[in-house]
């Protein structure tokens, strides 16, 4: 059974930074490019980051682009993301997700982060 979890949310004032982390089972995690998704008041679903099977290649919606960082462990079936300088426009539910055929096959719970002084 595949399996995303992710963890690391929370509360964090405006400018501050969080690190979400996903841990993925039940598949090959190496075989796949994996995103993060994130659903905001604001926006509704948006697309914030893909990395690709080996994490030497990422690329980052507009809104968060030299703000956030993904990166993957494949030894740790792990995927991350380093979020910087938060605004309160990032609060939002993170989802991780698996690529499939440039869809989603597959979705996490999802995670709160909520940036609010």
């Known amino acids: 059974e595949v399996q995303l979890v992710e963890s690391g949310g929370g509360l964090v004032q405006p400018g501050g930074s969080l690190r979400l982390s996903c841990g993925a089972s039940?598949?090959?995690?190496?075989?796949?490019?994996m995103y993060w998704v994130r659903h905001t008041p604001w926006k509704g679903l948006e697309w914030v980051s893909i990395v690709n099977r080996n994490g030497d290649s990422t690329y980052y919606s507009d809104s968060v682009k030299c703000r956030f960082t993904i990166s993957r462990d494949n030894a740790k079936n792990t995927v991350l993301l380093q979020l910087n300088s938060l605004q309160t426009e990032d609060t939002g539910i993170y989802y991780c997700a698996r690529d499939y055929r440039n869809g989603i096959d597959y979705w996490g719970k999802g995670i709160l982060v909520t940036v609010s002084s």
């Open positions: 039940g598949f090959t995690f190496s075989d796949y490019f």
